[in-house]
């Protein structure tokens, strides 16, 4: 079983909370606007990182990861970048991808909206985490947390915090 923490939109702004709210998360998962390559390097320094680079991250960020990742752990395909939608209103380069590569969960960020949603006509599920920042118009910070067991995506916990 793999324990994963889920955010993004962090825009350079890391929550304390992260580390106790991940702190038995086997890894962290960052959808992109991270805002820093700071952001970028206490997250790993804390857990292993995966992540992808949003529309507002530098030409550091940009070095660090790319604008897609595709990868499996445990029996579970996972597909995430920052802007690609969501069920029935995908950016069209991004359905085509969902269409080529079949991936169990499709995460993206931007948005700012938490959303989990299943995808029956791609039988995936969707997971937006909302924005773990502190700028922007969003009035609460939110962050994901679930586990992987081999096929099977289960115990999903949000953390929700409204912003000062």
Same mark, same amino acid.
């Given at each position: 079983?793999? $324990?994963?923490?889920?955010?993004?939109?962090?825009?350079?702004?890391?929550?304390?909370?992260? %580390?106790?709210?991940? $702190?038995?998360?086997?890894?962290?998962?960052?959808?992109?606007?991270?805002?820093?390559?700071?952001?970028?390097?206490?997250?790993?320094? %804390?857990?292993?990182?995966?992540?992808?680079?949003?529309? @507002?991250?530098?030409?550091?960020?940009?070095?660090? %990861?790319?604008?897609?990742? @595709?990868?499996?752990? *445990?029996?579970?395909?996972?597909?995430?970048?920052? =802007?690609?939608?969501?069920?029935?209103?995908? *950016? /069209?380069? =991004?359905?085509?991808?969902?269409?080529?590569?079949? /991936?169990?969960?499709?995460?993206?960020?931007?948005?700012?909206i938490l959303k989990v949603m299943n995808d029956k006509h791609y039988k995936?599920?969707? @997971?937006?985490?909302?924005?773990?920042?502190?700028?922007?118009?969003?009035?609460?910070?939110?962050?994901?947390r679930f586990q992987i067991d081999g096929r099977e995506i289960k115990n999903?916990?949000?953390? *929700? $915090?409204?912003?000062?």
């Open positions: 079983m793999t $324990k994963i923490g889920l955010l993004s939109d962090t825009h350079g702004w890391l929550n304390p909370a992260v %580390f106790e709210f991940f $702190k038995d998360c086997d890894e962290i998962w960052h959808a992109g606007d991270i805002g820093s390559a700071d952001v970028a390097d206490a997250l790993s320094a %804390f857990k292993p990182l995966r992540a992808v680079y949003g529309n @507002i991250d530098d030409y550091k960020v940009r070095r660090m %990861f790319d604008w897609i990742n @595709i990868f499996a752990v *445990e029996k579970v395909v996972v597909m995430m970048t920052h =802007i690609g939608g969501y069920p029935n209103h995908y *950016e /069209p380069e =991004i359905e085509k991808l969902i269409i080529e590569e079949k /991936p169990d969960i499709f995460i993206s960020g931007h948005s700012h995936l599920l969707h @997971i937006n985490p909302g924005a773990a920042g502190n700028s922007g118009f969003h009035k609460v910070i939110t962050m994901v999903m916990d949000l953390y *929700e $915090k409204t912003r000062n």
